[in-house]
Every structure is written in structure tokens, then in C-alpha cells.
């Protein structure tokens, strides 16, 4: 069975430009979760979607991050303007449905550097 | 609100020696709590997982862990540390009803020595 995959696996881009991500989660998975995990952190959600609908964006800086996920499966993240701060490797996981007791399966995550 | 604390930043341990990592975490309900191993460059893999039942769980690679209320604590221990057991370790409490409402620590860096 494939993992979750996502591209690009490094970007390195200069402050104040854009930058978009990719997730393809596990076939079947209904729930899709993007974390942005800082250096010596644990990662944090931004943004979890069920199906092509959000569930929870309540930490999602929503200024200058955004997120679909049309037609329930591939998602993107994007960042613009991005900032120094959002230096991050940013994770996808998915999940069956979502249900508190399910498993995430997590990709091998997006380094960010930004200068 | 839910935390989750891993009061060791780095341990250094011998190969074949004993592993114990900490964890301990403040949530107001019974717990779903998880450990997660982040290899260099590779997303989180699930070691283990406790809901309820035996507080002494088993997980993939030698790990265990084991739950205690009393303490608020949930630690990792494996017997005999193999070289490749170097990695990044990620204790997380899960609160609400969807898999997306987790709290991470901060994790803790194992170095295995030859």
C-alpha cells in the first residue's frame, strides 16, 4: 500500500514571495490534515479537511496561508506572502475518517527555508 | 486546556542498553495517548497507542509504554537499544472525538552510541 506523498521534499525561497505544497494521502482516506512542525517542536495542526470540506482551521493563519482540497483526495497548501517565522517542515497525514481512535499515516513532510 | 511535556531534550544511550523516555501530559478527561518515532527526514510513524484497558501497551519495534493516572505520565522504555532506534520520539494526548484534535510535545533526540 502507498504512503501519503508530498512535493516538493525542500524550497527554499526569499521572504514576501508564494510557495504552494502537494499532498496525496493514502487511497481511501477520508480525512486529511496538514501540520507545520517548527524546529525542536512537535507539529501543530493548521488545517484538517474531511472528504473536500474543512473540519478545523482554527490555527490556519489565514492572512497568508490557504488550503483545498478539491475533489477529496490531492490537497495544496499555500503560503503568500510567506515570512520568515514560517521556516517549518510542513507534514500531511491522513486518516480513514477522522474518528478519534483512527491512526494518521504521515507523509515525509515539506522543508522550508525562508531567507 | 491539554500539554504535554517531554522533559528530556536529548538522550544519549549505549547500544543494547535500556531506553526510558518520559512523558507527561495534563488533560482533564481520560486520555487517548500515542508515541510517534520521526526519523531523519521521514514523517511520523506510530510506535504505540493507549485508549483504555491494560495501561501497559505494546508496540511495534520492542517498544512499551506504560500508563499511569496517578503520574500523568505515559513512558516509552524498549529493553535493548538498537543503532538504528536513533531518531526523534514524539509522545502526543489526543482530546475531543476526530484524530485531528492532538497535542504534540516537543519530542526528545536519541543518540545510540556504538
Known amino acids: 500500500e502507498a504512503g501519503v506523498a508530498q512535493s516538493p521534499r525542500y524550497k527554499i525561497i526569499e521572504k514576501r514571495q508564494s510557495v504552494a505544497f502537494w499532498c496525496n494521502p493514502i487511497?481511501?482516506?477520508?480525512?486529511l490534515y496538514w501540520y507545520q512542525q517548527i524546529l525542536g517542536q512537535g507539529p501543530k495542526l493548521l488545517i484538517q479537511f474531511q472528504n473536500n470540506g474543512v473540519v478545523d482551521d482554527s490555527q490556519l493563519p489565514k492572512d497568508r496561508f490557504s488550503a483545498e482540497r478539491l475533489k477529496g483526495v490531492d490537497s495544496t497548501l499555500k503560503i503568500q506572502p510567506a515570512k520568515l517565522e514560517d521556516s517549518a517542515v510542513y507534514l500531511c497525514a491522513s486518516s480513514l475518517a477522522g474518528g478519534r481512535q483512527e491512526t494518521q499515516y504521515f507523509g515525509p513532510g515539506t522543508r522550508l527555508l525562508v531567507l | 486546556a491539554q500539554s504535554v511535556t517531554q522533559p528530556d531534550i536529548h538522550i544519549t544511550v549505549s547500544e543494547g542498553a535500556s531506553l526510558e523516555l518520559r512523558c507527561n501530559y495534563s488533560y482533564g478527561a481520560t486520555p487517548y495517548l500515542f508515541w510517534y518515532v520521526q526519523s531523519p527526514g521521514q514523517g511520523l510513524q506510530l510506535l504505540l497507542k493507549y485508549f483504555s484497558g491494560d495501561t501497559l501497551v505494546q508496540g511495534i519495534k520492542g517498544f512499551e509504554a506504560e500508563f499511569k493516572r496517578s503520574q500523568s505520565s505515559f513512558n516509552l522504555r524498549k529493553p535493548s537499544v538498537h543503532w538504528s532506534d536513533a531518531a526523534e520520539y514524539f509522545c502526543a494526548v489526543r482530546r475531543g472525538t476526530n484524530a485531528g484534535k492532538s497535542t504534540f510535545g516537543d519530542g526528545t533526540t536519541l543518540t545510540v552510541k556504538p
Open positions: 487511497s481511501g482516506h477520508a480525512t
